[in-house]
């Protein structure tokens, strides 16, 4: 679990340092920078995963389209910097990553330093390490395992399985990131397309095929929630062609045909994508989940069932002692931070340019109008009550 996030110079987030928890709901008006979060944790993936043939720094910015879009416009500052610290579910390991990044005239950018530190039973280690040959990947005994090139690509991709930083790089590689539109949600997909439901949820019929296949009753999961919470569906359907293509239907009461997933209605396949996170298999489960605004679209009703079935599939996973995803929301919906709890809830705003955070369950008074039931979550956050409790 990411237990603490430091961002200085990216985009309005010029001087960030956030305290994250299990379940953590970043609510604020438009412009405030909630995305903005999201995406420097994004960045650090790009970065450690690039696409094939590209490297790591080249990738992340290309993404963001380039220096320019990525630095701080309020100042002259050049030196871009992430730092992630985690936390093993059974609290008995730790892993600081830090990443600065040297951004220069034009599109030039550099990797100044990249540093891992793992600490555990007491002892701090640091992973990578600078000598004359350049920064190197090292194990927990201080033996070379890799690295001794810089510039623009990771000294961290070349963690062997056996290497102490691999399991950080294998959450890292883990992340997930979800924004969905539902116009492209409802193409047709190649039916190897689906292992993972990608971040705009255009592949989710090879997705819905895939956990069909492989966990039937994850499907019929989302099946049985599906029947209860949209009147007159009597299934939902993955629909397979000949060419080698799957589409997502639902069978209808009183229809005698199928609705095919480009007719289906916008809140429909998106509660529908929704679900298929909550109920993803475990070994097939993200270390951490984002999502941003999944209320777009959805009656406030649907968001209320959506986080009553996600606490409930949440309080399943840990009485069965398994590890859970750690969950980041961005939102602008009362609804939604009215299902939260007070812990959960961040909130972010713009000032003088760049983003701030203030946290609710900072403010005694604040956690006393809760208690007393005198206003609800929403009516705090959006009344003005957290400016003024600064």
């Not at 691999?166 to 924004?179: A, D, E, K, N, T």
């Not at 996973?317 to 750690?326: N, T, V």
């Amino acid at each position: 679990m990411i237990t603490r996030l430091k961002v200085r110079n990216f985009k309005s987030l010029r001087n960030l340092d956030l305290a994250l928890g299990p379940v953590n709901v970043l609510v604020g008006r438009n412009m405030a920078g909630k995305s903005n979060i999201v995406d420097a944790l994004l960045f650090i993936q790009h970065f450690l995963f690039p696409s094939p043939g590209t490297e790591g720094l080249t990738y992340a910015l290309a993404e963001r389209g380039g220096v320019s879009e990525v630095l701080w416009k309020g100042g002259n500052e050049r030196l871009l910097s992430f730092q992630v610290e985690t936390l093993s579910s059974d609290g008995k390991e730790s892993f600081v990553y830090e990443l600065e990044i040297i951004l220069g005239v034009g599109q030039y950018a550099n990797i100044q330093r990249e540093a891992l530190k793992w600490r555990k039973d007491g002892k701090e280690t640091d992973l990578i390490v600078q000598d004359s040959g350049g920064p190197w990947l090292v194990d927990g005994r201080g033996g070379k395992t890799g690295g001794g090139t810089g510039g623009t690509r990771s000294i961290l991709q070349h963690a062997m399985p056996s290497s102490e930083g691999y399991s950080f790089l294998i959450s890292v590689g883990s992340w997930r990131f979800h924004h969905f539109i539902p116009a492209l949600m409802k193409r047709e997909n190649n039916t190897g397309q689906g292992q993972v439901l990608s971040r705009y949820g255009d592949n989710l019929s090879a997705w819905l095929m895939w956990l069909q296949t492989r966990s039937p009753e994850v499907f019929d999961r989302i099946n049985e929630v599906a029947r209860d919470v949209f009147p007159g569906i009597r299934s939902l359907l993955t629909w397979p062609s000949q060419q080698g293509t799957v589409h997502l239907a639902s069978q209808e009461e009183y229809l005698k045909q199928p609705i095919n997933v480009w007719q289906m209605s916008d809140g429909e396949i998106v509660f529908i994508a929704l679900l298929s996170l909550v109920y993803t298999p475990q070994d097939l489960g993200p270390s951490l989940l984002c999502l941003e605004e999944p209320e777009n679209h959805l009656h406030p009703d649907l968001i209320s069932t959506l986080v009553r079935i996600t606490r409930q599939v949440r309080e399943e996973i840990e009485e069965a002692g398994s590890p859970l995803a750690q969950v980041i929301v961005t939102t602008q919906s009362p609804y939604f931070v009215d299902a939260a709890k007070l812990e959960e809830v961040i909130w972010v705003e713009r000032k003088d340019g760049e983003t701030r955070t203030v946290r609710p369950d900072a403010h005694a008074h604040l956690r006393k109008l809760i208690a007393d039931k005198e206003l609800g979550l929403g009516d705090i956050v959006y009344s003005g009550l957290l400016q003024d409790s600064k």
